[in-house]
């Protein structure tokens, strides 16, 4: 569910208020200058990590920063030259109407399923974590999410058909007419109402499997402390189920978060889609028209916005992100430099060198042994 539903909200109905346009002019550009390059540079840090990262996470991630992009420049850039121009130019009018519908609808619920996977990911790694690398082997991943592609892709591939261009309009073709009406409902459950099902369940099935984890940890401490338990057979093993705990625990944050970001702005651009014939195209009063046109806008820009939050998301949550992004950033303009002449007399004045502090210390320790020799002779 999207900008597409209204086929060309310039032309179908009245002209947009001066409030929508002002703010078609004004937060696109920003969404486009603060998104793209976020995604780009989540795509490149995901795309190095996917060789080191165990599982498909980085690439369901790469697909995601591929997505986010694309869909910031198509939305975007057509939000804003469409109130620059004060709704003279559209791009998806000018393009045809019917690849960019296709490819925004596509990537948009493309954006939606790639949720899936990850959550789904999440799943077998609590539940199967010593199969987990053999289940989610990247190959592996990859077969799923091209098998996602072609689906979501022969699902949409009727705009091909069914859309056309006609008096400077994006308009249905007169004979599918009815199946467009219908399918604003079969969009709105591919993009948001089937995802969010499966996100749900999939994410009980996380809680609960958490927490009989930890009410066994409770109970085998309790029966009996002396027992070695199961997650910490020696030590090295100890600490490596302890990392790829952490590691898991990290990465159901960043996917939670990416969830709760996802419908908060997508779920009310579906909603004001749903009813707006209802609400908005029933009525002839000038007041409600606005208000109606100003909640389509915001909703609009929402849905937009989701786009742009995924870097955030990935620098607040994810502690491997963050470490490879300050690798990125450059340092040396931060860092002091010292005067070339100090640099030499710097070991020698009121710095300690590790050969210094060894010949300290072997000094005391070779005193504290004359003395103990002293007492023992006395």
Same mark, same amino acid.
């Given at each position: 569910?999207?900008?597409?539903?209204?086929?060309?909200?310039?032309?179908?109905?009245?002209?947009?208020?001066?409030?929508?346009?002002?703010?078609?002019?004004?937060?696109?550009?920003?969404?486009?200058?603060?998104?793209?390059?976020?995604?780009l540079?989540?795509?490149?840090?995901?795309?190095?990590?996917?060789?080191?990262?165990?599982? &498909?996470?980085?690439? $369901?991630?790469?697909?995601? /920063? @591929?997505?986010?992009?694309?869909?910031?420049?198509?939305?975007? +850039? =057509?939000?804003?030259?469409?109130?620059?121009?004060?709704?003279?130019?559209?791009?998806?009018i000018?393009?045809?109407c019917?690849?960019?519908?296709?490819?925004f609808?596509?990537t948009?619920?493309?954006?939606?399923w790639?949720?899936?996977?990850?959550?789904?990911?999440?799943?077998?790694?609590?539940?199967?974590?010593i199969?987990?690398?053999?289940?989610?082997?990247?190959?592996?991943?990859?077969?799923?999410?091209?098998?996602?592609v072609?689906?979501?892709?022969?699902?949409?591939?009727?705009?091909?058909?069914?859309?056309q261009?006609?008096?400077n309009?994006?308009?249905?073709?007169?004979?599918?007419?009815?199946?467009?009406?219908?399918?604003?409902?079969?969009d709105? &459950?591919?993009?948001? $109402?089937?995802?969010l099902? /499966? @996100?749900?369940?999939?994410?009980?099935?996380?809680?609960?499997? +958490? =927490?009989r984890?930890?009410k066994?940890?409770?109970?085998?401490?309790?029966?009996?402390k002396?027992?070695?338990?199961?997650h910490?057979?020696?030590?090295?093993?100890?600490?490596?189920?302890?990392?790829?705990?952490?590691?898991?625990?990290?990465l159901?944050?960043?996917?939670?978060?990416?969830?709760i970001?996802?419908?908060?702005?997508?779920?009310p651009i579906?909603?004001?889609?749903?009813?707006?014939?209802?609400?908005?195209?029933?009525?002839?009063?000038?007041?409600?028209?606005?208000?109606?046109d100003?909640?389509?806008?915001?909703?609009?820009?929402?849905?937009l916005?989701?786009?742009?939050?995924?870097?955030?998301?990935?620098?607040?949550?994810?502690?491997?992100?963050?470490s490879?992004?300050?690798?990125?950033?450059?340092?040396?303009?931060?860092?002091?430099?010292?005067?070339?002449?100090?640099?030499?007399?710097?070991?020698?004045?009121?710095?300690?060198?590790e050969?210094?502090?060894?010949?300290?210390?072997?000094?005391?320790?070779?005193?504290?042994?004359s003395?103990?020799n002293?007492?023992?002779?006395?």
């Open positions: 569910m999207n900008v597409v539903m209204e086929w060309n909200e310039t032309e179908t109905h009245q002209q947009k208020s001066n409030i929508s346009l002002g703010l078609y002019a004004s937060i696109p550009p920003i969404f486009m200058i603060v998104g793209i390059p976020g995604n540079v989540s795509m490149y840090i995901w795309s190095r990590r996917m060789p080191m990262t165990p599982g &498909s996470t980085s690439l $369901f991630l790469v697909a995601m /920063c @591929i997505t986010d992009t694309y869909v910031l420049t198509h939305g975007c +850039l =057509r939000l804003w030259l469409l109130g620059l121009s004060k709704q003279l130019i559209d791009v998806r000018r393009l045809g019917r690849i960019p519908l296709l490819l609808t596509f948009t619920d493309l954006s939606s790639i949720i899936i996977l990850l959550c789904v990911e999440r799943v077998i790694s609590t539940r199967f974590p199969r987990f690398k053999s289940i989610c082997h990247l190959r592996n991943g990859l077969i799923a999410l091209i098998g996602l072609v689906c979501l892709m022969g699902i949409n591939a009727h705009f091909l058909w069914t859309v261009r006609k008096n309009e994006c308009v249905p073709v007169n004979a599918f007419s009815n199946f467009m009406y219908s399918w604003q409902f079969i709105a &459950s591919i993009y948001s $109402f089937i995802p099902a /499966c @996100i749900l369940a999939l994410n009980t099935c996380i809680i609960i499997r +958490l =927490r984890t930890a066994c940890v409770r109970t085998g401490n309790r029966v009996d002396g027992t070695v338990k199961l910490s057979v020696d030590i090295r093993g100890g600490f490596g189920v302890r990392a790829r705990e952490q590691r898991s625990a990290r159901l944050r960043t996917v939670l978060c990416m969830v970001c996802h419908f908060t702005f997508t779920m579906v909603i004001y889609y749903l009813f707006d014939a209802h609400f908005c195209e029933s009525q002839d009063e000038k007041s409600v028209y606005l208000h109606c100003i909640v389509e806008t915001v909703t609009t820009l929402l849905q916005a989701n786009h742009v939050t995924h870097f955030f998301i990935y620098s607040f949550t994810s502690t491997v992100f963050l490879d992004l300050k690798k990125l950033i450059p340092q040396k303009c931060c860092l002091h430099k010292p005067h070339a002449g100090n640099r030499d007399r710097m070991p020698n004045e009121g710095t300690w060198n050969n210094q502090f060894g010949h300290i210390v072997t000094g005391n320790t070779a005193i504290d042994s003395v103990n002293n007492r023992s002779m006395r």
